[in-house]
């Protein structure tokens, strides 16, 4: 049941009440859930209530059940775990057990429910709903209700927010707290690469994931793993062989850093479990290597929420108390979810059902089941660490054989983390396919000096966690030096051109195709690979490089809030990059829970200023320290932020004093975040594939290279879970050259929620 796209405004539930709750394990992003849930219910003019310790919770009764405000969910959108507690609650799966649940809802005039929590939680919440009814006429009987109670609560409309680490709920591309997973697995992961390196060690790490290895599969694209045992695809009952041929060969290649990542759930092909140990045994009993074995456990669990788990339960929580608030006596319960980049509601207990066929076929050896089961988003990555783990280095022999094509890798634009990540998976993909690839040094300017060399499987080992660009990048572009370029490409023999980076990127392989006329050069395919943190590209809804921004800024905002603890109240300005695209500032301010952001897209005035300084001033009054205002470095020329800073101060008439803070190059980013490195990797794959295609196809008789339709000259994106491309011919006019933005930015659909969890007014669009 995909929501319908309407208008909800304030107040249209009121009178209504909503209890919202977190159960099962915990993940990073339920308190972002809960605070987007509190504040919607709010918004709409209803009651939220929060209980706490979930179904235990529910089931007690008394001071489990908290009403809420506004301030009851303040500055808490950063913390991991839940804030009103989880718990496992054994008197819940009992009817009498749910009879005293029920009894406490309508006591308090609830039956409106958001579970923030796993299958089981949702299956609970859908049973109770079946015998909601009898369980009140038996409260009715009992006397512990009234008719008018029972008559005015027919019914029990629940809504299923699914937050777990482990990515194992079929429905949903992804669960509330596996993005944070991620992160920490990754930190460990850089941590452990230093000290493996310095040692030549190897490591065994073993991730979360009992029943799905979805957090295996991502860290074995993202951490250049030898090797990846995950539930969903079992080795080779030969692995034992394989596994140490494969250290062993890359250990003689040069190779000092060896990780191997075992999901908690892994089997061999006949279901026999493969656990870090028995990885360390054979490793010794056949190598005679020690290795070393790290266990993540709960630390996956825990730490600050990253940026992208912030937002998706921002989405998720919003949307959640929207439809259960809708839901009427017929409406079938309902899950919210992630569907390419949309957020959904489909049938609650048809996605719990999948996710319980999915850990049946896991369990039966029905891998190719379950993987289907999992959906798109899954199936596309499982296929990335596939390609990944079967590309090996050419042998010596294959060496010999003259590589069929020439193609060159060159950076143009500002640096972004994932650069280098993309190059390496590109580098590598080409390789494979048996063409030859050049790095380019420093851009345009050093394709035009002839600064290209060849790049080796062993040249671009450990590039994927580092952030920068190493073969160098500038943002000059070609206008000018086509007869330059074209020399070069005609002396080095270049029949394919990839170019890395951002607006300039896309720019240059646009100027270059569009010479195409007067320079045969230039008649070879060409491709984009996205990559600059401002997200400001057409063809795409993520650029490379924008996460690690977007996590920085967050972080930087909150370290700025934490600081001022315990000092007098006051506000921030804080000045993201971005030029004329506020996609940094909006996000960012969404995850980091500020007031407001301030954007070119959105054009504001000194009158709607002042409004957002009154409602500051509201705020502040209360029990609110800290306010937080975003402001895209483009916003408006006038309205600086040092004029935003003087009249807040001025117009809080002492309330709070305010400072500014311009973020910088800090935005950049030291290392890459997991997403980055994930779709990095998988966007160098995917162009890697694309450019061998359109070279075989533009090869003529006589051997040269003569590309000339617009779909050899593209641009490759990530929309939804999928990798596209688009031409650049067809993306020029998608495009607004003098703002270097896309005409349409999907996430400006997100301004309205922003709006409402800082409490100004605004009409709510579904998604
Ligand atoms: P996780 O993914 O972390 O395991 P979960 O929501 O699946 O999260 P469970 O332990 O399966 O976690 O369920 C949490 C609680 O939900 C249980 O302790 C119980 O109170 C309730 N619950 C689960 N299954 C049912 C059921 N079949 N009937 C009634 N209540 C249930």
């Given at each position: 049941?995909?929501?319908?796209?309407?208008?909800?405004?304030?107040?249209?539930?009121?009178?209504?009440?909503?209890?919202?709750?977190?159960?099962?394990?915990?993940?990073?992003?339920?308190?972002?859930?809960?605070?987007?849930?509190?504040?919607?219910?709010?918004?709409?003019?209803?009651?939220?209530?929060?209980?706490?310790?979930?179904?235990?919770?529910?089931?007690?009764?008394?001071?489990?059940?908290?009403?809420?405000?506004?301030?009851?969910?303040?500055?808490?959108?950063?913390?991991?775990?839940?804030?009103?507690?989880?718990?496992?609650?054994?008197?819940?799966?009992?009817?009498?057990?749910?009879?005293?649940?029920?009894?406490?809802?309508?006591?308090?005039?609830?039956?409106?429910?958001?579970?923030?929590?796993?299958?089981?939680?949702?299956?609970?919440?859908?049973?109770?709903?079946?015998?909601?009814?009898?369980?009140?006429?038996?409260?009715?009987?009992?006397?512990?209700?009234?008719?008018?109670?029972?008559?005015?609560?027919?019914?029990?409309?629940?809504?299923?927010?699914?937050?777990?680490?482990?990515?194992?709920?079929?429905?949903?591309?992804?669960?509330?707290?596996?993005?944070?997973?991620?992160?920490?697995?990754?930190?460990?992961?850089?941590?452990?690469?230093?000290?493996a390196?310095?040692?030549k060690r190897i490591f065994i790490?073993?991730?979360?994931?009992?029943?799905?290895?979805?957090?295996?599969?991502?860290?074995?694209?993202?951490?250049?793993a030898d090797y990846?045992?995950?539930?969903?695809?079992?080795?080779?009952?030969?692995?034992?062989?394989?596994?140490?041929?494969k250290l062993?060969?890359e250990g003689?290649?040069?190779q000092r850093l060896h990780i191997i990542?075992?999901?908690?759930?892994?089997?061999?092909?006949?279901?026999?479990?493969?656990?870090?140990?028995?990885?360390?045994?054979?490793?010794?009993?056949?190598?005679?290597?020690?290795s070393?074995?790290?266990?993540?456990?709960?630390?996956?669990?825990?730490?600050?929420?990253?940026?992208?788990?912030?937002?998706?339960?921002?989405?998720?929580?919003?949307?959640?108390?929207?439809?259960?608030?809708?839901?009427?006596?017929?409406?079938?319960?309902?899950?919210?979810?992630?569907?390419?980049?949309?957020?959904?509601?489909?049938?609650?207990?048809?996605?719990?059902?999948?996710?319980?066929?999915?850990?049946?076929?896991?369990?039966?050896?029905?891998?190719?089941?379950?993987?289907?089961?999992?959906?798109?988003?899954?199936?596309?990555?499982?296929?990335?660490?596939?390609?990944?783990?079967?590309?090996?280095?050419?042998?010596?022999?294959?060496?010999?054989?003259?590589?069929?094509?020439?193609?060159?890798?060159?950076?143009?634009?500002?640096?972004?983390?994932?650069?280098?990540?993309?190059?390496?998976?590109?580098?590598?993909?080409?390789?494979?396919?048996?063409?030859?690839?050049?790095?380019?040094?420093?851009?345009?300017?050093?394709?035009?000096?002839?600064?290209?060399?060849?790049?080796?499987?062993?040249?671009?080992?450990?590039?994927?966690?580092?952030?920068?660009?190493?073969?160098?990048?500038?943002?000059?572009?070609?206008?000018?030096?086509?007869?330059?370029?074209?020399?070069?490409?005609?002396?080095?023999?270049?029949?394919?051109?990839?170019?890395?980076?951002?607006?300039?990127?896309?720019?240059?392989?646009?100027?270059?195709?569009?010479?195409?006329?007067?320079?045969?050069?230039?008649?070879?395919?060409?491709?984009?690979?996205?990559?600059?943190?401002?997200?400001?590209?057409?063809?795409?809804?993520?650029?490379?490089?924008?996460?690690?921004?977007?996590?920085?800024?967050?972080?930087?905002?909150?370290?700025?809030?934490?600081?001022?603890?315990?000092?007098?109240?006051?506000?921030?300005?804080?000045?993201?990059?971005?030029?004329?695209?506020?996609?940094?500032?909006?996000?960012?301010?969404?995850?980091?829970?500020?007031?407001?952001?301030?954007?070119?897209?959105?054009?504001?005035?000194?009158?709607?200023?002042?409004?957002?300084?009154?409602?500051?001033?509201?705020?502040?009054?209360?029990?609110?320290?800290?306010?937080?205002?975003?402001?895209?470095?483009?916003?408006?020329?006038?309205?600086?932020?040092?004029?935003?800073?003087?009249?807040?101060?001025?117009?809080?008439?002492?309330?709070?004093?305010?400072?500014?803070?311009?973020?910088?190059?800090?935005?950049?980013?030291?290392?890459?975040?997991?997403?980055?490195?994930?779709?990095?990797?998988?966007?160098?794959?995917?162009?890697?594939?694309?450019?061998?295609?359109?070279?075989?196809?533009?090869?003529?008789?006589?051997?040269?290279?003569?590309?000339?339709?617009?779909?050899?000259?593209?641009?490759?994106?990530?929309?939804?879970?999928?990798?596209?491309?688009?031409?650049?011919?067809?993306?020029?006019?998608?495009?607004?050259?003098?703002?270097?933005?896309?005409?349409?930015?999907?996430?400006?659909?997100?301004?309205?929620?922003?709006?409402?969890?800082?409490?100004?007014?605004?009409?709510?669009?579904?998604?």
């Open positions: 049941i995909a929501s319908k796209m309407s208008k909800i405004s304030r107040n249209l539930y009121k009178g209504q009440s909503v209890a919202i709750f977190t159960s099962g394990g915990d993940s990073c992003g339920m308190n972002g859930a809960l605070r987007a849930s509190v504040r919607m219910a709010i918004y709409l003019g209803s009651q939220p209530y929060m209980i706490r310790e979930g179904y235990q919770g529910m089931v007690e009764g008394g001071e489990h059940f908290v009403k809420a405000k506004w301030s009851s969910v303040s500055s808490i959108i950063h913390l991991g775990g839940t804030i009103i507690g989880s718990a496992r609650c054994a008197e819940f799966m009992q009817r009498e057990g749910r009879k005293k649940a029920a009894f406490n809802l309508v006591q308090r005039d609830i039956n409106r429910l958001v579970v923030i929590g796993g299958d089981g939680s949702l299956t609970g919440a859908n049973i109770f709903r079946q015998e909601w009814s009898g369980l009140l006429d038996e409260l009715l009987a009992e006397g512990k209700i009234t008719t008018q109670q029972r008559e005015k609560y027919v019914d029990l409309h629940v809504v299923g927010v699914v937050g777990s680490i482990d990515n194992d709920f079929c429905g949903t591309d992804l669960t509330i707290g596996a993005n944070t997973a991620l992160h920490r697995i990754t930190e460990a992961i850089d941590s452990i690469a230093s000290t390196y310095s040692h790490l073993e991730v979360m994931g009992r029943r799905c290895g979805f957090l295996a599969m991502i860290t074995g694209i993202i951490s250049e990846v045992f995950c539930p969903e695809a079992p080795p080779p009952m030969d692995w034992h062989d394989r596994l140490c041929e062993q060969k003689e290649g040069g990542i075992v999901a908690e759930g892994a089997s061999d092909l006949n279901g026999e479990p493969i656990t870090v140990e028995i990885v360390k045994k054979v490793i010794l009993d056949k190598l005679k290597r020690e070393r074995i790290t266990v993540l456990g709960h630390v996956q669990r825990g730490g600050a929420t990253s940026a992208y788990d912030r937002i998706l339960a921002c989405r998720m929580g919003a949307e959640a108390v929207v439809a259960v608030l809708e839901a009427t006596g017929n409406t079938t319960p309902v899950v919210v979810v992630l569907t390419n980049n949309q957020i959904e509601r489909i049938p609650l207990m048809g996605a719990v059902e999948r996710t319980q066929a999915a850990n049946e076929a896991l369990k039966s050896g029905d891998w190719a089941k379950a993987i289907a089961l999992r959906g798109v988003f899954f199936q596309g990555n499982m296929m990335a660490l596939k390609l990944l783990s079967r590309a090996k280095p050419p042998t010596k022999e294959q060496c010999c054989v003259p590589p069929p094509f020439n193609i060159a890798v060159m950076h143009v634009g500002s640096p972004a983390c994932g650069i280098n990540a993309a190059t390496r998976s590109l580098v590598r993909t080409i390789i494979y396919n048996g063409d030859r690839i050049f790095g380019v040094s420093n851009g345009l300017v050093g394709l035009i000096a002839g600064q290209l060399k060849p790049l080796a499987w062993s040249d671009v080992i450990g590039w994927c966690s580092q952030g920068g660009a190493f073969l160098g990048m500038n943002r000059i572009t070609p206008e000018g030096k086509y007869p330059e370029i074209a020399r070069r490409l005609r002396e080095f023999n270049i029949q394919g051109l990839v170019v890395i980076g951002g607006f300039e990127a896309y720019r240059t392989v646009l100027s270059l195709t569009t010479e195409r006329g007067s320079y045969q050069e230039f008649c070879i395919p060409m491709a984009v690979i996205p990559s600059t943190i401002s997200n400001n590209m057409p063809g795409t809804e993520y650029t490379i490089g924008a996460d690690t921004s977007l996590n920085e800024i967050t972080k930087i905002c909150d370290l700025i809030r934490d600081s001022a603890r315990g000092y007098k109240k006051r506000v921030f300005i804080i000045e993201t990059m971005g030029g004329f695209c506020g996609y940094l500032a909006t996000m960012a301010a969404m995850a980091a829970g500020a007031d407001s952001a301030y954007i070119f897209e959105e054009k504001f005035n000194v009158r709607d200023m002042q409004r957002d300084c009154a409602n500051m001033v509201a705020k502040m009054s209360d029990v609110i320290e800290r306010g937080l205002v975003l402001r895209c470095e483009g916003a408006n020329k006038n309205y600086t932020a040092d004029f935003m800073q003087r009249l807040y101060e001025e117009e809080s008439n002492g309330l709070f004093s305010c400072r500014t803070c311009i973020l910088g190059h800090a935005q950049q980013g030291g290392k890459p975040t997991p997403f980055d490195r994930c779709i990095a990797t998988e966007m160098g794959i995917a162009c890697g594939q694309f450019i061998h295609e359109q070279m075989v196809k533009s090869l003529q008789t006589d051997g040269t290279m003569l590309a000339v339709t617009k779909h050899s000259a593209c641009m490759l994106g990530m929309i939804g879970p999928e990798y596209k491309y688009t031409s650049v011919e067809d993306l020029s006019h998608q495009t607004e050259f003098q703002y270097r933005t896309p005409k349409n930015q999907w996430w400006m659909k997100l301004r309205p929620l922003l709006r409402i969890l800082s409490t100004h007014d605004s009409a709510y669009t579904t998604d």
